[in-house]
Every structure is written in structure tokens, then in C-alpha cells.
């Protein structure tokens, strides 16, 4: 779905244009506008309830429906504003379903669009609310990655997309293949989210390092491997790296094993892991959120579509309290959780 009909036709005439049904296309001609509050109240308002329809009709021809998986990015108007609102409204239809998310974060290094920072801290906080899972896709990270890993000179947003894809592919291939150790959507949430609101995961195939410490990753395999083997190495990975992981969390690797490799490859693993050093990226937008807000800057394309300032400040406070959540958990340590057993039993006594 998008507001204007320009990246559809670019998809219809494109080499998988015949995969979707032509009902399935849904757009309105406006535009959005970069503007989060045109996406979820006024442009986006209009066009959700034939988007809910379509959702409806392929979640009635499902068996045994699973969830819902998202792809939007955060930077923009539709992706950020409409994107939130579909979520909110499938969540009330479909309460006992998991929402996984795709999220791309912006940066000022990718994008030439001003009032990033708002539209991305206004989804964020709806995200927070309304999400089961969320894949945060770093458009920095995804530079860095084309840049540095593979000696690209001048990326293109092929190249990111490219990247993106075989991460998705990675993690939902227990849904499509058969495997050894399958695993699920909710499967993926059980073993990875140890607080409700902490729900934003890495994603790679590589092992990135960075200064915070992983509460639980997750790891898939693909292609013919015996699950001893593997969980032979995820063990010394775990031992080898015990700094990396919080103590308050013992045996904190999930793996799965799909028997099916990507096309071209013997095999390939995709990491997933729930790491408080996330907070440096939510640390970023947040500070650029409060450099134009604290101005009152842009903000009349926003409230002129019927918003209110108490809307920005209360995604800015949610914002920064998953930041300092993720700070707690990052400090907490092991030995916390008797201290305070033992001052409640001195209370009781």
C-alpha cells in the first residue's frame, strides 16, 4: 500500500510484479508528504478501511494464521504514519496474533529529509504499544555494512534492499521450509523478549560486535548441519563471549535449523538478538527529535493536519523512557534480584 500510485507501478512492471494479486495493490494519489500526521489521521485515515478489507479477505483464506509481518520504514509519511495506524487497527481486529515488524530507522547521513526525527519518534512510540516484535533496520548501519564489508563505492538503495531481504528471508524460513529445530514467530518472541516493552531486535548475518551487552540472541542455520554440531558452537560462542551477555539471563541462545539453504548457498545463518546497546540508535533520533522540537520547528505542517503539541511530547518522554529501560537492564546484575528477596523476607519477618 502507499499514498501515491508511483512505487506501485514501479512494482508491477517490475520481475515479481506477477507474484501479488492486482487486488491486493492498494494507493491513494496524494502523497503523503513526509508528514507522519497526514499518513495516520487525514490521507492515510481514508484509504485504511479498503487496506483493512485486503488484510481481511488473505486472513480468511489462512489455516492456521500466525500473524502479520509489516514492512514499512519510519522516515517518511506513509510508512511511519499509515504503517502505525494499520498495525493499531489489526491489533484490534486480531488481538491474539503476533505483529512483526520491519522497521528501517532513518539518518541524517542517508536521507536529505528534514522532519525525519519526528516522523520516526511518533512511530516509535506507537510501536512500543502496539508491536509484538520489531526488526530495527539501521539505514547507517546498512551504509557502514555496504561500505566496509562489501567494498561498495556508492551503495544504492538496491544494494540496502538486497540486505534486507536476506535477513527476512533468514528469519521466516522455518515458516516456509521444513527444518530440524523449526522455529516461529512466536517461538522467536518467547526466547527473545524478557520485558514487554524491550521488543526491538538486531538483525545480521554477520557478527557485528558493539559496546552493550545482548540479552538473548537468537540464531538460524540453513542447509545440511546436525543439531548437536550446532549446538555445540552456539555453547562456545556463549562461554567464549560471556561478557557480552547479561548474568541475570542463563542459556540465553535460542537456535533453529532449516534444512533448506538459500539459493546459491551450501548454508547461512541469520542472528537475531535483543541488545540493550539498540538504546544508542533511539539515543540518536531522540536528540534530534528535541533539537527541532525544543524550536517548535516544522511543527505547523503537523498540527495544521489536527495533531497536538501533547502528542510530540508524550512520544518524546516514551522514547526516552525505552531508553533508559534498556539502560536498567544493561546494569542490572544477577546478585539485585537476591538483595531484594532478602530485604522483602526481612520486611515479612
Request: proline share 5%; hydrophobic share 35%.
Given at each position: 500500500?502507499?499514498?501515491?500510485?508511483?512505487?506501485?507501478?514501479?512494482?508491477?512492471?517490475?520481475?515479481?510484479?506477477?507474484?501479488?494479486?492486482?487486488?491486493?495493490?492498494?494507493?491513494?494519489?496524494?502523497?503523503?508528504?513526509?508528514?507522519w500526521?497526514?499518513?495516520?489521521?487525514?490521507?492515510?485515515?481514508?484509504?485504511?478501511?479498503?487496506?483493512?478489507?485486503?488484510?481481511?479477505?488473505?486472513?480468511?483464506?489462512?489455516?492456521?494464521l500466525?500473524?502479520?509481518?509489516?514492512?514499512?520504514?519510519?522516515?517518511?509519511?506513509?510508512?511511519?504514519?499509515?504503517?502505525?495506524?494499520?498495525?493499531?487497527?489489526?491489533?484490534?481486529?486480531?488481538?491474539?496474533?503476533?505483529?512483526?515488524?520491519?522497521?528501517?530507522?532513518?539518518?541524517?547521513?542517508?536521507?536529505?529529509?528534514?522532519?525525519?526525527?519526528?516522523?520516526?519518534?511518533?512511530?516509535?512510540?506507537?510501536?512500543?504499544?502496539?508491536?509484538?516484535?520489531?526488526?530495527v533496520?539501521?539505514?547507517?548501519?546498512?551504509?557502514?555494512?555496504c561500505?566496509?564489508?562489501?567494498?561498495?563505492?556508492?551503495?544504492?538503495?538496491?544494494?540496502?534492499?538486497?540486505?534486507?531481504?536476506?535477513?527476512?528471508?533468514?528469519?521466516?524460513?522455518?515458516?516456509r521450509?521444513?527444518?530440524?529445530?523449526?522455529?516461529?514467530?512466536?517461538?522467536?518472541?518467547?526466547?527473545?523478549?524478557?520485558?514487554p516493552?524491550?521488543?526491538?531486535?538486531?538483525?545480521?548475518?554477520?557478527?557485528?560486535?558493539?559496546?552493550?551487552?545482548?540479552?538473548?540472541?537468537?540464531?538460524?542455520?540453513r542447509?545440511?548441519?546436525?543439531?548437536?554440531?550446532?549446538?555445540?558452537?552456539?555453547?562456545?560462542?556463549?562461554?567464549?563471549?560471556?561478557?557480552?551477555?547479561?548474568?541475570?539471563?542463563?542459556?540465553?541462545v535460542?537456535?533453529?535449523?532449516?534444512?533448506?539453504?538459500?539459493?546459491?548457498?551450501?548454508?547461512?545463518?541469520?542472528?537475531?538478538?535483543?541488545?540493550?546497546?539498540?538504546?544508542?540508535?533511539?539515543?540518536?533520533?531522540s536528540?534530534?527529535?528535541?533539537?527541532?522540537?525544543?524550536?517548535?520547528?516544522?511543527?505547523?505542517?503537523?498540527?495544521?493536519?489536527?495533531?497536538?503539541?501533547?502528542?510530540?511530547?508524550?512520544?518524546?518522554?516514551n522514547?526516552?523512557?525505552?531508553?533508559?529501560?534498556?539502560q536498567?537492564?544493561?546494569?542490572?546484575?544477577?546478585?539485585?534480584?537476591?538483595?531484594?528477596?532478602?530485604?522483602?523476607?526481612?520486611?515479612?519477618?
Amino acid at each position: 500500500m502507499d499514498l501515491e500510485p508511483g512505487t506501485m507501478d514501479s512494482l508491477r512492471s517490475g520481475p515479481f510484479g506477477q507474484i501479488f494479486r492486482p487486488d491486493n495493490f492498494v494507493f491513494g494519489q496524494s502523497g503523503a508528504g513526509n508528514n507522519w500526521a497526514k499518513g495516520h489521521y487525514t490521507e492515510g485515515a481514508e484509504l485504511i478501511d479498503s487496506v483493512l478489507d485486503v488484510v481481511r479477505k488473505e486472513a480468511e483464506n489462512c489455516d492456521c494464521l500466525q500473524g502479520f509481518q509489516v514492512c514499512h520504514s519510519l522516515g517518511g509519511g506513509t510508512g511511519s504514519g499509515m504503517g502505525t495506524l494499520l498495525i493499531s487497527k489489526i491489533r484490534e481486529e486480531y488481538p491474539d496474533r503476533m505483529m512483526l515488524t520491519f522497521s528501517v530507522f532513518p539518518s541524517p547521513k542517508v536521507s536529505d529529509t528534514v522532519v525525519e526525527p519526528y516522523n520516526a519518534t511518533l512511530s516509535v512510540h506507537q510501536l512500543v504499544e502496539n508491536a509484538d516484535e520489531c526488526m530495527v533496520l539501521d539505514n547507517e548501519a546498512l551504509y557502514d555494512i555496504c561500505f566496509r564489508t562489501l567494498k561498495l563505492a556508492t551503495p544504492t538503495f538496491g544494494d540496502l534492499n538486497h540486505l534486507i531481504s536476506a535477513t527476512m528471508s533468514g528469519v521466516t524460513c522455518c515458516l516456509r521450509f521444513p527444518g530440524q529445530l523449526n522455529s516461529d514467530l512466536r517461538k522467536l518472541a518467547v526466547n527473545l523478549i524478557p520485558f514487554p516493552r524491550l521488543h526491538f531486535f538486531m538483525v545480521g548475518f554477520v557478527p557485528l560486535t558493539s559496546r552493550g551487552s545482548q540479552q538473548y540472541p537468537s540464531a538460524m542455520f540453513r542447509g545440511k548441519m546436525s543439531t548437536k554440531e550446532v549446538d555445540e558452537q552456539m555453547l562456545n560462542v556463549q562461554n567464549k563471549n560471556s561478557s557480552y551477555f547479561v548474568e541475570w539471563i542463563p542459556n540465553n541462545v535460542k537456535s533453529s535449523v532449516c534444512d533448506i539453504p538459500p539459493k546459491g548457498l551450501k548454508m547461512a545463518g541469520t542472528f537475531v538478538g535483543n541488545s540493550t546497546s539498540i538504546q544508542e540508535m533511539f539515543r540518536r533520533v531522540s536528540e534530534q527529535f528535541t533539537a527541532m522540537f525544543r524550536r517548535k520547528a516544522f511543527l505547523h505542517w503537523y498540527t495544521g493536519e489536527g495533531m497536538d503539541e501533547m502528542e510530540f511530547t508524550e512520544a518524546e518522554s516514551n522514547m526516552n523512557d525505552l531508553v533508559a529501560e534498556y539502560q536498567q537492564y544493561q546494569d542490572a546484575t544477577a546478585d539485585e534480584e537476591y538483595e531484594d528477596e532478602e530485604e522483602e523476607e526481612a520486611v515479612a519477618e
